[in-house]
């Protein structure tokens, strides 16, 4: 057994031990080799590390990753860990408000509540990677924003004495048109990561998407299900196509029900907010071993956990992957009428197609300009009419979705369900797995809500002639949204250097 005094003397570049889960590793030889960077490491060094770590990598990661031995023996649990001069000032720097001075839970009336609460107690560096958007961040405030250019058309002297909100994504029946969409490092805002959000989804009844670059694994994620409970999964496509064929084949055996393939990322965009941080902390050079010259090492959490993503995915990548799964693909990305026709028409070597789009454009995270999931959508709708493929794809959308009313217009324009990220993250940061059932409860409210004065009972009579979408696509709009802005945390500049 090591203790934490003796780990503690392992503390610098030439010796570096650190213990996470209980185990205490000799990382000296792998700091070159970490893709996020040796500095990173050398931060947790002599320290048991197995916050840092569970924040960005599943637990059994590192079991898979370092030669057997790496590992010097287990961290004895009896031994007291050593102070380190700057813990004290890290922990005062960690937040801007203590948990025990947040509204309570019962307060909370609406998804813009829990963002509100999540910019004042998170930490920076989580804040900053859930909370970015590309570049100047216009498609990131243009998401919601866009819902304001909708009108609804309301009915009125209907019997809405009875609601029904629930309906089927392909094939999986469920309370509400809306899912948990795939969302990366959930541990950044409550210690069991992307297993709260597993949770909630099983109480309440609606299908969470399971992201590939989680914080838990895939295992983690699948066991915290309830009974009958059903999940998609998120595919990146490695560069590797037999670590891709594994992972796909575990998710079908795992009892996953769809696979969702991300289309619209063969690199990342620059999320500055999250590039910005990492620089100033200057925590990590991320992507870029020690001694190289000539580099940009600002690039952020996003870049330490992406750096297997193929950029040379394509179309026949697709056509591959109906021939080595029975499972539904869904392509997620779509972002014009053409690559959801194209979708529609794809045929792989075994007949099979493809099942489903989202349309999506990454949250607002990749291309900065680019249109918001709702002004996308009714082209896609006419598209795949013209060529006479409607009903041929199931279609999503996500992407600024805030209220009730977003997800009822968006049901109107043609989506079949509705993908929610961003907002599941900060109830989960902010209050956990109670605070996402509040949040899919305050939906769901919204939704009964908007419908009843709509003069609609069931899903299926949410058509086009109950909104008035003639102004979508001027991008002007005309009343602001005054919780959109009280949350909103505008681009910085780069900052002068302390003089003291």
Not at 20 to 43: D, W
Not at 335 to 361: E, F, H, Y
Not at 397 to 405: A, L, N, Q
Request: with cysteine; charged share 20%.
């Amino acid at each position: 057994m090591i203790t934490h005094q003796e780990l503690a003397t392992h503390a610098n570049a030439a010796d570096c031990w650190v213990a996470i889960h209980g185990g205490v590793y000799n990382l000296t030889t792998f700091l070159r080799e970490h893709p996020g960077g040796s500095k990173i490491i050398l931060k947790e060094a002599g320290t048991d590390a197995t916050e840092a770590y569970a924040a960005y990598h599943p637990k059994d990661l590192i079991g898979t990753i370092l030669p057997p031995g790496c590992r010097v023996g287990s961290l004895d649990p009896a031994s007291k860990p050593v102070p380190r001069p700057d813990a004290a000032q890290a922990q005062k720097g960690a937040t801007a408000t203590g948990a025990s001075e947040k509204p309570a839970l019962s307060q909370i009336l609406n998804s813009y509540d829990f963002e509100a609460i999540a910019k004042q107690t998170m930490k920076p560096e989580a804040w900053a990677y859930y909370s970015s958007g590309a570049e100047d961040e216009i498609t990131l405030r243009e998401n919601h924003l866009a819902f304001h250019r909708i009108a609804l058309k309301p009915r009125v002297l209907v019997n809405v004495s009875k609601i029904n909100t629930s309906t089927t994504l392909l094939g999986s029946r469920t309370r509400m048109p809306i899912y948990i969409t795939a969302c990366a490092l959930g541990k950044l805002g409550h210690p069991e990561g992307e297993a709260v959000l597993t949770r909630a989804a099983g109480t309440r009844g609606v299908i969470q998407m399971m992201p590939t670059l989680a914080s838990c694994s895939m295992d983690e994620m699948l066991d915290a299900r309830i009974p009958g409970q059903d999940a998609w999964y998120q595919l990146y496509v490695n560069a590797d196509r037999n670590v891709t064929r594994g992972v796909i084949e575990k998710a079908e055996r795992r009892g996953c029900k769809a696979l969702v393939v991300t289309v619209d990322a063969p690199q990342l965009g620059r999320r500055e907010k999250d590039m910005r941080l990492k620089y100033e902390d200057d925590v990590s050079d991320i992507m870029v071993k020690q001694g190289d010259s000539g580099v940009n090492r600002k690039q952020g959490a996003a870049r330490a956990i992406s750096s297997f993503i193929d950029p040379s995915l394509c179309w026949q990548d697709i056509e591959w992957m109906t021939s080595i799964t029975s499972l539904p693909i869904v392509l997620k990305g779509i972002q014009t009428g053409a690559d959801a026709v194209k979708s529609a028409q794809l045929v792989g070597p075994t007949g099979r197609g493809v099942s489903g789009i989202v349309v999506s454009n990454h949250g607002g995270r990749q291309l900065d300009t680019c249109r918001s999931g709702i002004e996308i959508l009714p082209e896609v709708v006419r598209d795949l009419e013209r060529a006479g493929l409607k009903g041929k794809l199931e279609i999503y959308v996500d992407g600024g979705f805030r209220r009730g009313s977003d997800v009822v217009k968006a049901i109107a324009l043609g989506a079949k369900g509705i993908g929610i990220g961003r907002p599941s993250l900060y109830a989960m940061s902010t209050y956990g797995q109670a605070g996402v059932e509040k949040l899919l409860d305050i939906l769901e409210e919204e939704m009964i809500m908007v419908m009843g004065l709509l003069g609609v009972t069931d899903l299926s009579q949410i058509t086009p002639d109950l909104v008035d979408a003639t102004h979508l696509v001027s991008r002007m709009t005309l009343v602001p949204d005054m919780l959109q802005r009280l949350t909103y945390e505008p681009l910085a500049t780069a900052a002068f250097k302390s003089k003291l």
